[in-house]
């Protein structure tokens, strides 16, 4: 729900008591959505109200001697309230960007048509080119009306889609698994030769000799004798 732009407002930020000395108005970013009280203001020479929450363009229509009116980031969405300004003779700079009605097919055309004296449309000077193109096109509250967009929301606020019917199952996270080497399928490098076993022969069997001095032939003769 939008604001109400009341005479205690416009004196406070205007320093004014009287609204119809009231020159240059500037509002902007105040959730005003009723500003009928311009109706009372016919002195109005520049106007700025962008960021508000405006659907209407129908209180603009005594401000006979507005030249700019800023109006960006708005809720005007019927290209038909353009129609209203048509009693603003001395406009020359229009700010509508940034509202429904900016998206409509025919809004540049239908607007310079609308407002032949018309210098600045948003950030492009009216090029006489345009200022052709429109005079030879003819536009039809029906056509107009055929070719409207859906209001969408403003001042920055994002839609969301609705609710599908059933939501995703959760699922459980778990954490990655490592990754696993393959298996070499190389063959594996056989041993060398075995080495030969080192358990010792059987040793021969000893014969005990009897020492050289009893083989000498003295001692074997002494033995006989003896």
Excluded at 7 to 18: A, G, M, S, V, Y
Excluded at 64 to 72: G, N, P, Q, S, W
Excluded at 194 to 212: E, G, I, L, M, V
Aim: proline share 10%; aromatic share 6%.
């Amino acid at each position: 729900m939008g604001k109400t732009l009341t005479p205690e407002l416009i004196r406070q930020r205007c320093k004014t008591d009287k609204l119809q000395n009231v020159k240059n108005l500037n509002l902007w970013g105040n959730d005003l959505d009723d500003i009928s009280i311009l109706k009372d203001m016919p002195n109005i020479e520049i106007c700025s109200l962008s960021l508000n929450k405006i659907a209407s363009l129908k209180f603009f229509q005594t401000c006979d001697k507005m030249t700019e009116l800023y109006l960006r980031k708005n809720a005007v969405s019927d290209l038909l309230e353009i129609k209203h300004l048509a009693h603003c003779p001395a406009l020359k700079v229009l700010w509508l960007w940034d509202n429904p009605i900016s998206e409509h097919p025919f809004y540049r055309p239908f607007i310079i048509k609308t407002l032949p004296n018309l210098v600045k449309l948003d950030n492009d000077a009216v090029t006489s080119d345009e200022r052709v193109e429109a005079a030879q096109r003819t536009f039809s509250d029906k056509d107009i009306l055929s070719q409207q967009p859906d209001a969408k929301p403003q001042m920055g606020k994002v839609s969301h889609p609705p609710p599908t019917a059933h939501r995703a199952t959760t699922t459980t996270r778990h954490p990655p698994a490592r990754p696993t080497q393959p298996r070499s399928t190389a063959p594996r490098a056989t041993r060398g030769p075995k080495r030969p076993s080192t358990t010792r022969a059987p040793s021969a069997t000893r014969t005990c000799s009897p020492p050289s001095w009893l083989c000498s032939r003295s001692w074997t003769r002494a033995a006989w004798c003896w």
